[in-house]
């Protein structure tokens, strides 16, 4: 399977060739136009988001929510390896725990997908035939994007030749930093076309944009560019997926929602290890965007180590005792 | 008269209200005289509605005084100072009328009365400092606090010390961005008169200062309950009503100075900032920092 | 909400950590002593259950503990060392620390406030205010009055029920570290944490007489205020009741400072960091149940961004959790008393038969005790009394303005001067309007924030004074030449 470079990708127009839902369809009329309505977002107050973040952090989830929380995050669970050790071995063991993570316990949930590198998607599609289970990989010259577009892109059709039906881009944070953000915008509209039928999670990598008006700017460069998915970060820069980011992010797409009747999903990933940082982010899901989004078709948890503590707390609900770490698998 | 001696041409003594010297709106005057009882001269017996017109013209200044900068507002007030020293030997001769001082003693007054212009010209770019700062919080926010004028403020000036006493009085006002409805001593009311014609001379705007010459017993009262008061001296009220006008102010929650206990001290002593700070609010301002 | 399987369960606070007593009697020169006024109860509003009878200080009781506190300035407290004031204040600050459960939890039992906010604001900033307060016991000739000030002597202080504990250690703390002996009068709705206090004082051997808490109502409160060896009047609460303290105390030599209503602008102009503006608001009137002299109750919002800002308030005000005030998920407790709520139906009523638009959103309220729904009326105009009577409840009145000037105005358009808010992510612009504002905190994008180290109080009719601050200590001093 290869892929002819286009040259034309490599050529830029300041104008976008794919307008985003009204009422937007305006704003990508010329970089000075972008600038503008990215610009004339409503700042967010760092302090203020924070402090709020907090507060809902503070909610406190007893018993049978507890239950529904742990069982309701284990099925949003991205399990991911994304190491340069990976091998077929290695995914295919991962492949095993996403579909029964408690070996224990058959009532367990299975998680929602499995997250590889593009050229392990194969090995991830095989292993998971049959059983709903999603594969997802990381492409777009992932973690960094340093590519140009056109390896960008065959990077993306490569993974899909290859069995992801989703694809996690990162966006060029370069042209984000720089200003070019009808450049960032473009790259995402040309990522989503080569995506086809995969579904498309667009990688902010908040870590790197540092601030919060960036964060709201970049998720709504990646939902007006056609963006199944907004995602935090990468797992590889830290800060990764911090609660006031993911404030931020779920309310871009609640007001993206309003306004173009579209739902975006969001998937915050890296940093998050305990089930009462996953708790957390679902009441934050509760009280900024609703119900719509407890679900794993709008929400995911791009992680590895949290699977494991969801289990050990399960083990605690069902078993009344607290569990340790012999009783979860290794990954 | 005997020979070429010229026969002089007697002053008006009038109100200072607003920039101008009106006559009181009741037109009533009473006579003045010296510590001997000679007459002196008939001035403007201010009524309530005179008192009235002040605090409107106090309020209608007090937006462009208070927003001056502080620097402005010190040379505002030293330029107060420059003009009374070129009257000096009129104000002389009109405390030593009035107080019965010696010349020396009269003179020794009116500089201590000019001088204290210039100790408040150089407080007002100072007070920020001193009485503001930041305030350390426990949390992402810059905070700080700021002095600021209370607004207007209405001052019973001492019944004693005519000039010295009055400038101790409210040029500390004036120093700290309020304005000013000022009620002299009843019965010196000359140097009041005079030092309203050096304002109008001065760089002072109208409205900052209004001088009211006319009974405290009287005015007092109405000033007490003026809602549009914020602040009142009760320096100069007379002994036994003091008390009545501290109730009167409560109705509003002013501010009150209440008179010196013992009687009217020595308005040559330091006046240290005992007499800005109760006519400073203290405005503290949050934002947080953040990215 | 639609309904979802992710309801938050009942988390509440345990209420057995604190150990309320049948009765309580004053707490007068270091001993609890029975009151020779009439008992009353001391009710928890969320239940409308008898927590405890607390003794009502009569005229002679106040007598009995303003003479402790004089004995105590005179003989222990005035002449101690400044630093060993110093470490008894910081004595206190720990065991508060210690004890801080506890407190939040009898706190909110109390006075029906949700834990949360007793835990996380009231309870560590009380702690808070005595740390700060200890350090400057031994330092006070940098305060600014000179090299010598020196305390007023006893101390009578008059504190509300919306923030009981912390109240008291705004007025408690100041008063010792400059070296004054205290009478405290607390609310008589809630008197059990400064009940709870005094044991602090015994737990700390704080020397008798230095602290003296003598509870119950108004009358009480008067002779505190009028005793005539009290040199010193402090009171948070009305302000019509400031007025009459500013009356009574009038040609004494009594200093006084007082601490009274607001009704504070809460300006969002259009430029503002929305998502959190709308907390701000929330924070701003439903912090304490609204319960709060500064209270963000009238918000001014720019007319272009109105419905935006009122459709983000109400979906916010929607996830409002109203309830047991022990639970740690309730956002919004209960009305402090059946007086309290009557007002603050009575007020909502009224701007309901002006013409303002009364929303509140779909909730369920208890059945016993005493609860307002959050509340916010659209259409409200400056003439409105819900836009110039303090409600002192979950009631938020919205205005709109056109321009900065137009802001401006409206909020100064009050007898009040407590507190304001602006929301701008335009620097020069919010500085401008903190200028103009007359108002003694300006809260610039953010709203309801405390600090011991911060001055705070009124302008105009909203009181005079500072607590907070080394402005605070100066409420409590004299300088060597006054």
New interface residues.
Partial sequence: MTHVLDPDALSHDARALVAPLPPYDDVTRSDAAFRAFLHGL????Q???E??AAQLG????????KA??ID?AISMVDLTTLEGADTPGKVRSLAAKAKQPDPTDPTTPKVAAVCVYGDLAGVAREALQGTGIHVAAVATAFPSGRASKAVKLADVRDAVDNGADEIDMVIDRGAFLAGRYLDVYDEIVAVKEACGDAHLKVILETGELKTLDNVRRASWIAMLAGGDFIKTSTGKINPAATLPVCL?ML?AVRDFRAATGRQIGMKPAGGIRTTKDAIKH?VMI??TV??DW?DPDWFRFGASSLLNDLLLQRQKLRTGHYSGPDYVTVD | MIGNDRLAVRKTYKLYVNGAFPRSESGRTYEVTDAKGHFLANAAWASRKDARDAVVAARGAFAKWSGATAYNRGQVLYRVAEVMEGRHAQFCEEVAAGEGLSSSKARAAVDAAIDRWVWYAGWTDKLGA??GGS?????P?F?F?LPEP?GVVAVLAPQQSSLLGLVSVFAPVLATGNTAVVVSSKERPLPAVTLGEVLATSDVPGGVVNLLTGDAEELGPWLAEHADV?AIDLTGAPAGR???F??E?????K??V?AP?GGEPDWAADP?I?RM?PFL????????MGL | ??S????????PESRSIVDIAPSYGLFIDGEFVDGTGEAFKSVNPATEEVLSEVASGSEADVDRAVRAARRAFEKTWGPMRPADRGKYLFRIARLLQERAREFAVLESLDNGKPI?ESR?VDVPLAA?HFFYYAGWADKLEHV?L?TQPRPLGVAGQVIPWNFPLLMLAWKVAPALAAGNTVVLKPAETTPLSALLFAEICRQADLPAGVVNIVTGAGDTGRAVVEHPDVDKVAFTGS?DV???I??AV??T?KKLT?E?GGKAANIVCD??????AV??IVQGIFFNQGHVCCAGSRLLVQESIHDEVIASLQRRIG?LRVGDPLD??TDIGAINSAEQLARIRELSDIGEAEGAQRWQPACELPAKGFWYPPTVFTDVSPAHRIARDEIFGPVLSVLTFRTPDEAVAKANNT?YGLSAGIWS?KGSR?LKI?DQ?R????????FN?F?P?????G??????G?E??R?GL?AYLK?A??
């Fill in positions: 409503p700042g967010v107050d302090v203020g988001a402090a709020r503070t909610r406190s989830i007893k018993t049978t929510s529904w929380a309701t931020v309310e679902l509760n009280e609703g119900p407890l | 001193v009485l305030n350390p919080v426990a949390g926010y905070d606090s209370t914020d003091a008390m009545e501290e109730r102010a409560a109705g509003t929650i501010r009150v209440r206990a240290g005992t700070t609010e203290t405005k503290t301002v949050w934002h947080p | 909400m639609t979802t399987p992710f309801e938050y369960a009942p988390a949360r996380d808070a600014g000179g302000t400031g007025r009459s500013a009356r009038a040609g030599r007082l009274l430029d503002a960091p929305i998502d959190q907390e701000g996830t740690k998920n007898t992510e919010i903190a504002l108002a003694g905190v300006v809260w610039a994008n953010t924030k600090d180290t911060s001055p705070f109080g302008y105009k009719q909203s009181g005079y500072r907070g601050g402005h100066a300088g030449d006054q």
